[in-house]
């Protein structure tokens, strides 16, 4: 890379140096990523399937643009490699990307980045403008198309970058794991048992608080993609609790005569008359000892004790 042409001076240059370097120094597995020798504020990328996903054994290419105030501001993102999860050639619109300025942080980087983006591929697009929601098959067949050849991009030197980026990662990606249709066939009823369970205890933790409002989940939808936080794997917060509620009234009933409660009840109602009693009796004292004060204070006091 001719670094004569760039003014080392420049902040984003500078960074961009310095990653391209740190890259090249710890290459990854997963992913590869090299910016165009004419202009260092484009960057080609590809990375690899998630594993144990449907995605697995792909090989995925994209594009990077990096804004000239980088890394003060976020990056953009775009596929170029079908894939059944986002659309092509458009700008993902993720919470590490320039659609979300607001959630970018400076000390993120191109590696930070596309470990996320890898992390993204197999969540739910939950409906995301610009995001693709295709059958598991569909994107194991587009997994498989992927590692064929690399996507036809921009001009000479970009297809060459995309070339050589490509052929490294044929090198460090397995093939596509090769799925038998009984397995295929298997995968419908246990969603469908996980579909009934989770809308099984989602009538629990209605049972179980009712008196609380429930939090939404954030979410991102902007022009082109995506992503919602991902949810985590127990989405209802008081299994605990849901247990209880289901087995503390069958306990109850199996092993309590249920007189105690009456007991204490009838222990209460005797104490409201005992502390009724009392507070007569100290009112009718107060009113005695004022009757007495008065008659002192009016004088009739020694008309009776003369009298007497």
Known sequence: MAEDKYNLKNPAV????????????????????????????????????????EFEGGIYHGRIQLPAEYPFKPPSFMLLTPNGRFETQTKICLSISNHHPEHWQPSWSVRTALVALIAFMPTSPNGALGSLDYTKEERRTLAVKSRESPPKYGNPERQKLIDEIHEYMLSKTPSVPQHSPSKSSEEHPTEA????????NQQDSVTVGAGNPGIPNPTLNERVVEEPPVAPANAYPYPVAMRLVREIPGEGLSNQPLRRPEIRVQRSVVDDRLFTWAAV????????????????????GAVFMDGS
Do not use: C
């Open 14 to 53: 500078k960074r961009i140096l310095q990653e391209v370097k740190e890259l090249q120094s710890n290459p990854s597995d997963d992913f590869m990523s090299l910016p165009l020798e004419e202009n260092i504020f484009e960057w080609q990328f590809a990375i690899r399937g998630p594993r144990d996903s």
């Open 193 to 200: 048992k996980t579909e009934a369970e989770a809308e099984a």
């Open 281 to 300: 009796g100290l009112t009718i004292a107060i009113l005695v000892l004022l009757f007495k004060k008065y008659i002192k204070s009016s004088g009739h």
